[in-house]
């Protein structure tokens, strides 16, 4: 194909599998890109940044800057939530070209009278779109370039910085070159910080052995509310199937009085779209997320794509499932796994668009009936990636509020594309993340790599499905590690309580499950308790809401301390207006010491200048001045929170 462009266009950076992805950001953050921009020859070249956003008719452009070597930069600003477009330009500019030239030629003292009358052609193709304090000087140019007894006067003019300037800012786009169009979508606020509690509805009765209701959440809403979560996220809250119930600590056989799991969803009394019964009805539901709104916390519910053999689909929509000759459906397995209780929706079906349809009613159900905006999902992984691309995008195109939270733990690859194909946020390795090397590895890489445009991560001390070995009869220190650990590394957080902060671990032998596990029967908890724990929970999640520098993960440095127990790094908002210095001892049993280097270079600041460290937690405060400074972290209070002031 025959092409006159004489810019190319090439390594630009981010952009997701050739542009096929989109990036993410939240409300008024910056996309920040760079790419190789470059022509034939010793023209000049020019390039800007086009962006508009779905909404918009008109683009607006950004001009970017060059910095070495034909690498390119710049920048623009998200201000609304939905889908931005954006393009990169690039072209030779005749008007700077010319000016570059004559003012090599002047500095060589050869005589430019034509080179002059030149200018002309470029001065009066933008007389007509300046502004007319512009175009009064635009015309005494045209007179002076004309007058060859004013010669000096236009050559100095020739080569002024105002002229530069105004070429610059009307630029003559010579042979542009475009390259293709990208997107970025742009979420609330949330979907980069947000605090979770999770906790299982049915466990929240005062009384033992009495089923927990709506209302006796309620009740609990404050405590939530005061530890400083903003997100209270429910296991599904459906009916539960009769047939093949878990009884209790998993087993196959279920007693009468078994209450099975919450994830085997469907039976006589409804599906998807209905509440347990001895949960309360669904306006108690809807008052539930009312009052948690007015506590500044939103009620996120369990998006889990299963049946119990008696769900109403198995009837109703037999062709959902894949049937055996002999007229069973295998249950769903994950080795060494067995999920006898659920059957799995058979997504190769050849009814798969009525299916989609039913699946997307289902979600859209629960965000236009009862104003829910996040979705936990359950395995998005067992599911096919564009299945999710489009359930995502047509929520989410009505509903731009709407965050979902991927729960899979499984490749890294399978974690990326759910990243890819829309998902807000992702359970992450963290859980599994241990010393001071895998840690600091592992952040760099959601941190550095390009997962930092597209992949959001939620660190997770515990989960339901996973008490890791390290907290299985941990003591205290541990459980205020893992949670400085995933709350001040991670911008989104979240714990399955009040298993966590009552540490409460006892495990099945040589498994990361909990024994007598809330998952297949009721429990009943002691919600007045508090402890040193939860205090510290407390205190660290209103430092996340009063520090800017926490509310983000992906601005983070690592800095050296001479022990491998003690994990410090430098944190900070894209203004550097809030900056934080956190030290971290991994070690729950033995105080540690160590020689701290300060990041002076990212600070800002030389050796000898004095700031001053805060520690939020005890509010304490030193004055270091030196490059290296002692610290020293027990057990009993394994991390200092230090506010920089310089």
């Known amino acids: 194909m025959l092409n006159q462009e004489r810019v190319l266009i090439e390594n630009v950076t981010p952009e997701l599998?050739?542009?096929?992805?989109?990036?993410?950001?939240?409300?008024?953050?910056?996309?920040?890109?760079?790419?190789?921009?470059?022509?034939?020859?010793?023209?000049?070249?020019?390039?800007?940044?086009?962006?508009?956003?779905?909404?918009?008719?008109?683009?607006t452009e950004m001009r970017m800057n060059h910095i070495d070597n034909d690498s390119w930069q710049g920048e623009f600003i998200v201000s609304k939530q939905g889908y931005y477009t954006y393009k990169l330009l690039g072209w030779i500019d005749y008007a700077l070209n010319?000016?570059?030239?004559?003012?090599?030629?002047?500095?060589?003292?050869?005589?430019?009278?034509?080179?002059l009358l030149e200018g002309v052609e470029y001065l009066d193709k933008i007389k007509s779109v300046v502004t007319s304090k512009e175009k009064t000087y635009i015309e005494s140019l045209l007179e002076l370039f004309k007058e060859e007894k004013q010669y000096d006067k236009a050559i100095t003019e020739a080569k002024s910085d105002k002229l530069h300037d105004l070429f610059f800012k009307y630029p003559s786009k010579g042979l542009m070159a475009t390259y293709q169009e990208l997107k970025?979508?742009?979420?609330?606020?949330?979907?980069?910080?947000?605090?979770?509690?999770?906790?299982?509805?049915?466990?929240?009765?005062?009384?033992?052995?009495?089923?927990?209701?709506?209302?006796?959440?309620?009740?609990?809403?404050?405590?939530?509310?005061?530890?400083g979560f903003d997100i209270l996220y429910f296991p599904p809250i459906h009916p539960i199937g009769e047939i093949n119930r878990k009884g209790k600590n998993n087993t196959t056989t279920a007693l009468h009085d078994d209450v099975g799991s919450p994830w085997g969803i469907g039976s006589k009394d409804g599906g998807h779209t209905s509440v347990h019964k001895e949960l309360g009805t669904l306006e108690e539901f809807k008052n539930l997320?009312?009052?948690?709104?007015?506590?500044?916390?939103?009620?996120?519910?369990?998006?889990?794509?299963?049946?119990?053999?008696?769900?109403?689909?198995?009837?109703?929509?037999?062709?959902?499932?894949?049937?055996?000759?002999?007229?069973?459906?295998?249950?769903?397995?994950?080795?060494?796994?067995?999920?006898?209780?659920?059957?799995?929706?058979?997504?190769?079906?050849?009814?798969?668009?009525?299916?989609?349809?039913?699946?997307?009613?289902?979600?859209?159900?629960?965000?236009?009936?009862?104003?829910?905006?996040?979705?936990?999902?359950?395995?998005?992984?067992?599911?096919?990636?564009h299945f999710w691309g489009w359930l995502i995008g047509e929520i989410k195109n009505k509903y731009p509020d709407v965050l979902f939270l991927s729960e899979a733990f499984t490749k890294p690859k399978v974690m990326q594309q759910l990243a890819k194909q829309?998902?807000?946020?992702?359970?992450?390795?963290?859980?599994?993340?241990?010393?001071?090397?895998?840690?600091?590895?592992?952040?760099?890489e959601l941190t550095t790599t390009d997962q930092k445009e597209y992949f959001r991560p939620n660190f997770w001390p515990n989960t339901p499905d996973i008490n890791p070995y390290h907290l299985q009869g941990a003591n205290e220190a541990m459980h205020i590690i893992r949670y400085s650990l995933s709350s001040l590394l991670s911008s989104n957080t979240g714990i399955y309580g009040p298993v966590f902060e009552q540490m409460v671990s006892d495990a099945i032998p040589g498994k990361e499950e909990y024994l007598d596990s809330e998952k297949y029967q009721l429990r009943t908890w002691d919600w007045n308790i508090k402890n040193k724990l939860t205090t510290i929970i407390t205190s660290i999640n209103h430092i996340r809401k009063e520090n800017t520098a926490l509310q983000q993960t992906n601005?983070?440095?690592?800095?050296?301390?001479?022990?491998?127990?003690?994990?410090?790094?430098?944190?900070?908002?894209?203004?550097?207006?809030n900056e934080l210095l956190i030290i971290i001892s991994l070690d729950p049993y033995y105080s540690q010491q160590g020689q701290l280097q300060l990041p002076l270079h990212e600070l800002g600041v030389h050796a000898g200048h004095n700031i001053e460290v805060h520690d939020l937690i005890t509010k304490s405060s030193y004055h270091w001045n030196n490059?290296?400074?002692?610290?020293?972290?027990?057990?009993?209070?394994?991390?200092?929170?230090?506010?920089?002031k310089k």
Not at 28 to 35: L, R, S, Y
Not at 331 to 356: C, L, S
Not at 436 to 444: C, G, R, S, T, V
Not at 628 to 636: G, S
Request: with cysteine; hydrophobic share 35%; glycine share 4%.
């Open 289 to 385: 997320v009312d009052k948690a709104k007015k506590l500044g916390i939103e009620v996120a519910m369990d998006y889990a794509l299963q049946a119990a053999p008696d769900h109403p689909w198995v009837t109703d929509h037999p062709e959902f499932f894949k049937w055996r000759p002999d007229g069973t459906v295998q249950y769903a397995e994950n080795p060494p796994k067995k999920y006898q209780d659920i059957q799995p929706i058979y997504f190769d079906t050849t009814a798969w668009k009525e299916m989609w349809e039913e699946l997307l009613a289902a979600a859209m159900f629960w965000v236009e009936e009862c104003g829910v905006r996040v979705f936990r999902v359950d395995n998005p992984h067992t599911k096919p990636f």
């Open 184 to 227: 970025v979508y742009v979420d609330r606020e949330k979907a980069r910080f947000s605090t979770w509690y999770e906790f299982f509805p049915r466990s929240a009765s005062e009384n033992e052995g009495k089923h927990g209701t709506f209302k006796d959440c309620e009740r609990l809403l404050p405590r939530i509310a005061e530890m």
């Open 98 to 115: 010319w000016q570059h030239g004559i003012i090599r030629k002047i500095d060589d003292n050869q005589h430019v009278i034509s080179e």
């Open 422 to 444: 829309g998902f807000t946020q992702s359970y992450t390795y963290f859980t599994w993340r241990n010393n001071k090397h895998e840690l600091i590895e592992y952040i760099n």
């Open 555 to 577: 601005n983070i440095k690592f800095c050296h301390i001479e022990n491998d127990q003690l994990l410090a790094f430098y944190k900070y908002d894209d203004h550097r207006t």
């Open 17 to 59: 599998n050739n542009g096929v992805f989109f990036i993410k950001r939240v409300v008024n953050e910056k996309v920040f890109i760079t790419a190789d921009i470059f022509g034939d020859g010793h023209d000049i070249v020019q390039a800007s940044i086009q962006f508009r956003h779905e909404n918009d008719k008109d683009w």
């Open 627 to 644: 490059e290296w400074n002692y610290v020293e972290l027990h057990p009993a209070l394994p991390m200092h929170i230090f506010k920089i």
